[in-house]
């Protein structure tokens, strides 16, 4: 009878330990799922780092996601930039297309009379790219975001 008992807690056990890592799910590596991230007007910037001048005010924010046919699906949302003025969109992969060698600009908007504005692109990603940021070029700004790490 002690061994049955003993048995049956064991089952217990087991089971109440494989419940709770059921219930975790499966973990997530690092940079999976879209990652949000401001825009600052920063004419500086590293490849690794995205923009380097982020004590301002921030001009919005930028989407950045990847699926499993290797795009990089890039919302931007200008917020109080300039009004009424045309941006580029540039979208820096590192490593692989930072610098960019040439003028790779893949996307645009148009700022309304409050200065916002909304645009999608959506672009190949570079073969062992890891970290991505957005340059939005117009209004006789630069916005930068940061870098951020997509899977």
């Known amino acids: 009878m002690k061994r049955l008992l003993v048995v049956v807690m064991v089952l ?3 089971l109440g330990v494989t419940q709770a890592a059921l ?3 499966p973990k997530k590596p690092v940079g999976s799922g879209a990652r949000k991230v401001e825009l600052y007007n ?8 995205g923009a380097t001048e982020v004590t301002g005010d921030a001009f919005g924010f ?4 990847s699926n ?5 699906i890039v919302v931007v949302s200008l917020k109080g930039a300039t009004p009424e003025a045309d ?10 297309a930072c610098p960019l060698a040439e003028a790779t600009e893949i996307g645009a908007l148009h700022t309304n009379e409050e200065g916002n504005g909304n ?6 990603k570079v073969a062992g790219a890891t970290h991505f940021w957005v340059s939005a070029v117009g209004g006789e700004q630069v916005l930068r975001s940061t870098a951020v790490a997509l899977d």
Request: with cysteine; proline share 3%; charged share 20%.
């Open 42 to 49: 920063s004419e500086t910037f590293t490849c690794a780092e």
């Open 87 to 96: 941006y580029d969109i540039w979208v820096n992969q590192d490593p692989g």
């Open 62 to 65: 930028v989407v950045l996601n």
């Open 12 to 14: 217990v056990l087991v």
């Open 119 to 124: 645009a999608t692109v959506k672009i190949l």
């Open 68 to 72: 499993r046919a290797g795009d990089v």
């Open 23 to 25: 219930a975790k799910g």
